[in-house]
């Protein structure tokens, strides 16, 4: 389980003193990595490169609704908290297609920030899978995990873009994983249900890639 005082979180406003406020009160609270910044530009660096987990984002930045124009091209596993100073119903309707974790008003709060923070750390982890990859420990969106296979003493999870092997059993990984959206198809072979394009009686289908379906397990899909 991750800590929270480790998450990653950026804070992006132009108004100097709230976001030093805000920074102020995560660093009394001991968080240990954060990022702040003021502008546009220095924010799209930040999200491609310090790839925070939870982004606190000033909606009218630079004066403009550029804040919720950033929060598109954020980082995928970046959880968004929108901070304005306005309600405009108009401004909040766009805001909302971004599918932020929360608002909070100005003057800033530090109950609403702390609140808000571990909300959204709680929700992400209740999402989120944590593995060993070698040396490495790697927190895998469940949404970005396609397949999983057994092989030995060792399991591949294979996402869009890449695949990551850990040792552990098919079945103690299962526990950690919603049994809603992952489930077997095979006793060496567990998918991601949403992934699934077509199913006949002994496969099953994601990007064309054909996953064993058993007679054992062909019931998970009727």
């Given at each position: 389980?991750?800590?929270?005082?480790?998450?990653?979180?950026?804070i992006?406003?132009d108004?100097?003193?709230?976001?030093?406020?805000?920074?102020e009160?995560?660093?009394?609270e001991?968080?240990?990595?954060l990022?702040l910044?003021?502008?546009?530009e220095?924010?799209?660096?930040?999200m491609?490169h310090?790839?925070?987990d939870i982004?606190?984002?000033?909606?009218n930045l630079d004066?403009?609704n550029s804040?919720?124009?950033?929060s598109k091209?954020?980082?995928?596993n970046?959880?968004?908290?929108f901070?304005t100073?306005?309600?405009?119903a108009?401004?909040?309707n766009?805001?909302l297609?971004?599918?932020?974790e929360?608002?909070?008003?100005k003057?800033i709060?530090?109950?609403?920030?702390?609140a808000?923070?571990?909300?959204?750390?709680?929700?992400?982890?209740a999402s989120?899978?944590?593995?060993k990859?070698?040396?490495?420990?790697?927190?895998l969106?469940?949404?970005?995990?396609?397949?999983?296979?057994a092989?030995?003493?060792?399991?591949?999870?294979?996402?869009e873009?890449?695949?990551?092997?850990?040792r552990?059993?098919?079945n103690?990984?299962a526990e950690?994983?919603?049994s809603d959206?992952?489930?077997?198809?095979?006793?060496?072979?567990m998918?991601?249900?949403?992934?699934?394009?077509?199913?006949?009686?002994t496969s099953?289908?994601?990007n064309?890639?054909?996953?064993?379906?058993?007679r054992t397990?062909?019931?998970?899909?009727?």
């Amino acid at each position: 389980m991750r800590n929270i005082k480790n998450t990653k979180i950026l804070i992006v406003e132009d108004e100097i003193l709230i976001a030093e406020h805000i920074f102020e009160i995560l660093e009394e609270e001991l968080f240990t990595n954060l990022r702040l910044v003021h502008d546009k530009e220095s924010a799209k660096v930040e999200m491609s490169h310090f790839l925070p987990d939870i982004i606190l984002m000033d909606i009218n930045l630079d004066g403009e609704n550029s804040g919720i124009e950033l929060s598109k091209i954020k980082n995928d596993n970046a959880t968004l908290i929108f901070l304005t100073g306005q309600y405009d119903a108009s401004l909040m309707n766009k805001a909302l297609k971004t599918n932020p974790e929360a608002y909070l008003t100005k003057p800033i709060k530090r109950l609403d920030v702390l609140a808000s923070i571990n909300l959204a750390f709680i929700k992400k982890q209740a999402s989120t899978l944590q593995i060993k990859d070698g040396h490495d420990t790697v927190n895998l969106q469940f949404d970005d995990i396609v397949y999983i296979v057994a092989d030995g003493n060792y399991i591949d999870i294979h996402t869009e873009t890449k695949k990551y092997t850990t040792r552990q059993s098919l079945n103690t990984l299962a526990e950690q994983l919603s049994s809603d959206t992952f489930i077997k198809t095979h006793r060496s072979y567990m998918v991601n249900r949403t992934k699934v394009e077509r199913i006949s009686s002994t496969s099953v289908f994601i990007n064309n890639l054909e996953i064993p379906l058993s007679r054992t397990y062909a019931f998970n899909f009727r």
